[in-house]
T-cell receptor
């Protein structure tokens, strides 16, 4: 099956810093989503982005499908951005292991 | 994604109990999914229903029994569970065409603890 790798596994930032999270996948996909799982376990859909670039406030994402990777950018990070960020690909949503982000005040 | 509603939010049960998890959506989606998420791990697919028919069972033990009684409702019946089944159970739905290029919408999950 398709392999999904996310990096870095852990990231600690000071409030206000910017960051880039990466998702590599092993095969062509027609579906890619980025999620944020907050400390209460809620899985929040950030982007549906099988290709191209999207922006939503301080967050943006880019998927280069031909090179099999996607990037999630977080600018001016806030403590509420803390949690785990998952990339999931494919029609049946295979998830990467996630990036655990901690934003310190 | 609060458009997918899961109940209960928390469930504690003994190994001999029978209980059910419920998932409901009113977005007209015809594909529905159950995922299991252990602590500090990503969600893993358990079952897929497409047009109310089971299309994928990811080798899940028979003590988990899914049911899709109509296009809006998905149940997961639990019986004789083991302590290692303690996890967060997530439901998701998507537009027609399970396995296609449609985004999935997730509920808030049921946190299950087996005593």
């Amino acid at each position: 099956g398709i392999q999904v790798e996310q990096s870095p596994p852990d990231l600690i930032l000071q409030e206000g810093a910017n960051s880039t999270l990466r998702c590599n996948f092993s095969d062509s996909v027609n579906n890619l989503q980025w999620f944020h799982q907050n400390p209460w376990g809620q899985l929040i859909n950030l982007f549906y982005i099988p290709s191209g670039t999207k922006q939503n406030g301080r967050l943006s994402a880019t998927t280069v499908a031909t090179e099999r990777y996607s990037l999630l950018y977080i600018s001016s990070s806030q403590t509420t951005d803390s949690g785990v960020y998952f990339c999931a690909v494919g029609g049946y949503m295979r998830f990467g292991a996630g990036t655990r982000l901690t934003v310190k005040p | 994604d609060t458009e997918v509603t899961q109940t209960p939010k928390h469930l504690v049960m003994g190994m001999t109990n029978k209980k059910s998890l419920k998932c409901e959506q009113h977005m007209g989606h015809r594909a529905m999914y159950w995922y299991k998420q252990k602590a500090k791990k990503p969600p893993e697919l358990m079952f897929v229903y497409s047009y109310e028919k089971l299309s994928i069972n990811e080798s899940v033990p028979s003590r988990f029994s899914p049911e899709c009684p109509n296009s809006s409702l998905l149940n997961l019946h639990l019986h004789a569970l083991q302590p290692e089944d303690s996890a967060l159970y997530l439901c998701a739905s998507s537009r027609p065409g399970a396995g296609s290029n449609q985004p999935q919408h997730f509920g808030d999950g049921t946190r299950l603890s087996i005593l």
